[in-house]
């Protein structure tokens, strides 16, 4: 019988995360074997074949982390793993979002990538933040590519700031992004699931341009618009997401795609138990598999 593992990171959690317990609970209650660990826990083997121990062929993996080399091993080792390894690294690239998801019309502020570096930004980029602040002008918002929860998005409101903020990104790779006055604070949150928007909430947040509850946004239901659903499940079936919450600003913009969307906030607010409608997705989509 095939084991269900949720797989989690474990050098940024010492135990399992909350939206990992909401999984491990959700699939409990579905009456499949359940096994939770830590990328850390994982064994992979690439040569003289790829094996994932303690994973087997036919096993099944909720990904819950970022550790896309890992996932793709899991993949050729023959294990299903939602979401894709293919699909996280897309949505944890964040240039890489924006380029697949212009490539195809979707609407989003308007971003330009910084030259890559390979140990510190120095002043060779200075044309570069020239050009982006006759494009962009201030405030802009500058993000690193890889980050969570609004950690490593900043805001420039002169030339100063930000050249300060790209020279302190080191060899980290980043973005520069027009700010949308009118959605600062704010944005919507739409929890994509299989074919269906199956929550979403309003996320409001006076003390900070970014509208993270982790930075002290208030989270209220929201009933999207028939537009602003199709937008969501767009992006996600572009991306290659099973599921995944897809954040949008005002007049329609994509500011984000997560496709490991915290779960708390959006299950609190709307009542709708979003890692049960996960592990129901996982499990239909498994048996149309078999």
Not at 16 to 38: C, F, N, Q, T, Y
Request: hydrophobic share 45%; proline share 6%; charged share 25%.
């Amino acid at each position: 019988m095939k084991t269900y593992f949720i797989i989690y990171n474990g050098f940024w959690n010492a135990s399992p995360p909350d939206p990992v317990r909401r999984l491990e609970a959700a699939l409990v209650r579905e009456g499949v074997i359940v096994r939770v660990l830590k990328n850390t826990e994982c064994t992979v083997t690439v040569a003289p074949m790829v094996s994932v121990a303690p994973a087997a062929e036919g096993d099944v993996v909720l990904f819950w982390d970022k550790d896309t080399r890992l996932a793709r091993a899991l993949e050729a080792a023959g294990v299903e793993v939602y979401n894709s390894a293919a699909a996280v690294a897309l949505c944890d690239d964040k240039s890489e979002t924006h380029r697949v998801l212009s490539a195809h019309g979707i609407p989003m502020p308007k971003t330009l990538l910084a030259p890559m570096t390979y140990v510190e930004v120095t002043a060779p980029i200075d044309p570069f933040l020239q050009a982006a602040e006759q494009q962009l002008g201030f405030p802009m918002v500058v993000k690193e590519c890889f980050g969570s929860l609004g950690e490593q998005v900043y805001l420039a409101e002169t030339p100063e700031q930000l050249r300060d903020l790209a020279y302190g990104m080191h060899h980290r790779p980043f973005l520069l992004q027009e700010f949308i006055r009118d959605a600062a604070g704010t944005d919507k949150r739409l929890y994509v699931v299989g074919d269906r928007v199956v929550a979403a909430m309003k996320r409001i947040n006076s003390v900070d341009f970014r509208a993270n509850i982790a930075h002290g946004g208030e989270a209220l239901p929201y009933t999207p618009t028939p537009e602003e659903e199709v937008l969501a499940l767009r992006c996600c079936r572009i991306l290659g997401l099973r599921f995944g919450g897809v954040d949008l600003l005002r007049g329609g913009l994509v500011c984000e795609v997560n496709s490991n969307a915290q779960m708390a906030g959006i299950t609190a607010c709307t009542g709708v138990d979003v890692a049960a409608a996960i592990a129901r997705e996982v499990l239909r989509l498994e048996e149309r598999r078999v």
